[in-house]
């Protein structure tokens, strides 16, 4: 378990999730809140511009910061950054950046401090801290108190992040994680998965001796057409290949050399890249190896079809990293068989076997 690949997890949920209102949908056995509090020290360590607004709904002030302490997380040198929104205890003294509500359905205070906090700190943070809190009143008054929040959101450019239980809300959960413009999606295995814009991740979340821990596992495709990108310098066999798979749940984008295939790829993100490795300037090997070297495309499926049929060529492009390899001329069916046996591996299903 690399924690390298913790690092650069926290980079692209940082990056990816920056301008969004990501909710954590996760069995009530997984811990999402200790991955929330790991990914707001990760926000304050990493990008001294931001400001954290703390809705307590379920913890208190004190509490928060305590939590932060017992999962290793210390935040002390960052508490001038985090403005929480706490229930007022006439007990206990007024503390520093915080702003009091009566209780936890004083959504008109609340909002009101929300509005505040944002005009002065554009492009903050929000946590609200439980949904499942929110989930057990009205519904149809939590929507009204959602839509505002999320409105101060993205009016002042800012990102909000909530964890909410499978199941717990019962019937309001679908309405709920729609207020939310990312889903991230747990499993009791300490599995997620996460959709940012044409970005997928698919990561493994393991705590470890009381550190989180955080890697990569295969994604799996889930959806009935596979986005296939063909790339040939011989404008023929793109349109050959598209031409005898166009009954197949396939859509199909071409480049016709290296350099275009490696700018569609960064782009589109393909399910499957179909590449020869005869070209100019940039020959199918050196595409490969620069994809397999970045982060969100290097878990792309690729068969090599070409004409170099040698054992030594087929050897140097699986050692590079490549699922397949077809050789010139080609059937039309043990292309379509081997598109189907790759994509299996990566979890996909055809359609006629999804029935």
């Not at 999730?17 to 360590?45: C, G, M, N, W």
């Not at 729609?178 to 991230?184: A, E, L, Q, T």
Request: glycine residues 6%; negative net charge; contains cysteine.
């Amino acid at each position: 378990m690399s924690g390298e690949d913790t690092a650069e997890i926290m980079d692209t949920f940082r990056e990816g999730l920056a301008d969004k209102t990501t909710v954590f949908l996760a069995p009530a056995s997984i811990s999402s809140e200790r991955l929330i509090y790991f990914y707001i020290q990760s926000i304050l360590e990493n990008d001294d511009q931001k400001n954290i607004i703390w809705l307590c709904l379920k913890n208190s002030r004190d509490k928060v910061i305590d939590n932060f302490r017992d999962y290793g997380m210390g935040i002390e040198d960052y508490l001038d950054r985090i403005w929480f929104i706490d229930i007022e205890d006439p007990s206990k003294e007024k503390k520093e950046n915080t702003l009091y509500y009566s209780s936890q359905t004083d959504y008109m205070k609340i909002g009101s401090h929300t509005s505040k906090l944002f005009s002065e700190m554009p492009g903050s943070t929000m946590v609200i801290d439980d949904m499942n809190t929110l989930s057990k009143d009205n519904l149809q008054v939590v929507e009204n108190f959602l839509k505002y929040v999320m409105s101060n959101v993205h009016q002042h450019e800012g990102s909000a992040v909530s964890m909410l239980n499978k199941g717990s809300a019962g019937e309001k959960e679908g309405t709920l994680v729609s207020f939310f413009d990312v889903v991230i999606d747990a499993s009791d295995t300490g599995e997620m998965h996460v959709e940012m814009g044409l970005k997928s991740l698919d990561v493994k979340y393991v705590v470890e001796k009381g550190k989180i821990n955080l890697y990569y596992i295969q994604k799996k495709i889930k959806k009935e057409r596979l986005k296939i990108l063909i790339v040939d310098d011989e404008p023929d066999i793109p349109d050959l290949l598209k031409l005898s798979l166009k009954d197949e749940p396939y859509d199909f984008l071409v480049a016709y050399n290296g350099k275009d295939a490696i700018k569609i790829a960064r782009e589109e993100f393909p399910d499957l890249i179909l590449l020869d490795i005869m070209m100019p300037d940039m020959d199918g090997y050196e595409v490969v190896e620069t994809l397999k070297k970045e982060r969100d495309t290097r878990d792309i499926a690729i068969i090599m079809i070409t004409a170099k049929t040698k054992v030594d060529d087929k050897l140097k492009g699986m050692e590079l990293g490549i699922d397949d390899y077809i050789s010139k001329p080609f059937d039309k069916r043990e292309v379509n068989a081997r598109i189907k046996m790759v994509m299996k591996r990566f979890g996909w299903k055809p359609p006629e076997e999804s029935e």
